[in-house]
């Protein structure tokens, strides 16, 4: 999803490096530029950022970096497919996750400028089969992860629909029609939610007549000659180039496919290489698709109703990274990691893609950045950087003690109509546990549970998972009638207790 300059390739112990071809990049200091012994000495230094992907058999990641719309440096560490050993390189083809989701953002903003629509309307305006809930939901609050709707992706995992299914445009809507509250009133808070993204896929179709695949092809891609970048938008398609995900094995053991099947745009889907997000990322410098005032628009930081300026723009985050600006997305899904990150005073950027789920590029792309902008940066400190979706630090719950007994009282099965999902709940080695996970019918669904285990932390109060979600059992008349469940980006979910209680 951005973009590049046509490289010369030279092939090196089964990676591709690329250098710009023709003249040198004008640099501000030796250290930067690929042509000089300094630059080499940072190229050497970058290499060493991703030395772990470079063992036989392995995936890895590819990796550009840009300068003054130049790619002054990329290359492609470990394998794209290891079935056929196919390494990557430069135009290697990755589902980037969220960070497509400003290439979805800008997709709106390009059809308010021809006067279709406003960030301001409300969305059900144009999706009036969502619930009224009883305050206006904006466009603008879907942009910024301020409308309070829950997370789909949180609630197709919660019914025990696996990534590795078919789900598409219609499931999803389905799922979020059927929630009959919000996480927040809109405007109130900022929570990351994908349900934002995914709708405004809908309301592109549905106000321009043209998918959003089609629609940011015509209005984004092709104007800026980005060939190998699309939304995919079938599990069926063919992507060229593509390389395939993976995640690790446990105990180091070799590597598991996780390649999604999910149909849906908007909040992901975006497949590309660190050749196209260069063209990307040099439109943020010459507004040839939007204009300036599109993209001053674009990265204009959400205010929340009580004035308090958010981080988070319209699918970028505008934060600083060691004294310098800096503008950034991350992205994952599958075994698919991505990260593009400007530091657009410097006219400066990496994007790093990889196609290992453990590859952590948002880490790697500021060492490399650290590489070459360590002179202009501010010393390092010992804190951990913000991220735009960093929650306050999780205390550990205290746990208490209940006997088989006492934890009895709550097994048996409740039903959520909003997941549209039955979670059994029964004892065993004197531990409650969801034992199995079902639809309507009784048909099993994956459990989303790993532990499965509900630990007691109070009076009718239980964490389950390894995210430590939260229930709250309610009663009534003395006897356990449902619980709610809080599982992050989407809370208060209501589940009505319908069988007995297990036997001992």
Known sequence: MKAWRRVCGVATAGLVLVSACGLPTPATSAETSPHSKGGQKAEAAVDEVFEDLTAAGSPGCALGVYRDGQMIYAKGYGLANIEENVPITAKSVFDIGSTSKQFTASSILLLEKQGKLSVDDDIRKYLPELPDYGKKITILNLLNHTSGLRDYLTLFDLAGVNTDSVTTDDDALALIVRQKALNFPPGSEYLYSNTGFFLLSLIVKRVSGKTLRNFA????????????????????????????????????????????????????????????????????????????????????????????????????????????????????????????????????????????????????????????????????????????????????????????????????????????????????????????????????????????????????????????????????????????????????????????????
């Not at 939304?231 to 690790?248: G, K, N, T, V």
């Not at 204009?291 to 308090?308: P, R, Y």
């Not at 589940?495 to 001992?504: H, I, L, Q, S």
Request: proline content about 5%.
């Open 217 to 504: 092809a015509e209005n984004i891609f092709t104007p800026l000659n980005m060939t190998h970048t699309q939304f995919r938008d079938s599990h069926m398609m063919l992507i060229p180039e593509r390389a395939m995900a993976y995640d690790p094995k446990d105990k180091n053991d070799g590597f598991t496919m996780n390649v999604s099947y999910f149909e849906q745009t908007g909040d992901g889907a975006v497949h590309t290489s660190v050749e196209d997000l260069l063209k990307w990322d040099e439109n943020f410098y010459s507004g040839q698709v939007g204009g300036k005032i599109f993209l001053a628009e674009l990265q204009e930081k959400a205010t929340l109703n009580n004035g308090k300026v958010l981080n988070y723009a319209k699918g970028l985050v505008i934060s600083e990274y060691r004294g310098l600006p800096r503008v950034s997305h991350g992205g994952s899904w599958g075994g698919y990691r991505a990260e593009l990150l400007r530091f657009p005073t410097q006219h400066f950027s990496v994007a790093c893609l990889c196609n290992l789920a453990n590859a952590d590029p948002s880490r790697r792309a500021l060492e490399v950045a650290d590489v070459y902008l360590n002179s202009q940066m501010k010393p390092k400190t010992v804190n951990k950087e913000p991220d735009f979706d960093d929650e306050a630090p999780k205390k550990e719950a205290v746990h208490v003690s209940l006997t088989p007994d006492e934890l009895r009282a709550y097994a048996g099965d409740y039903w959520s109509e909003e997941v549209g999902a039955n979670y059994r709940l029964g004892v065993a080695d004197r531990a409650l546990k969801v034992i199995a996970v079902t639809d309507r019918a009784g048909m099993p669904r994956m459990n989303a549970f790993s532990p499965n285990e509900l630990r007691p932390t109070g009076k009718d109060t239980f964490v389950i998972g390894s995210d430590g979600m939260k229930v709250h059992f309610r009663r009534d008349g003395g006897a356990v009638a449902g619980f709610e469940l809080d599982a992050g980006r989407s809370a208060g979910l209501p589940f009505a207790r319908t069988g007995a209680a297990n036997k001992p």
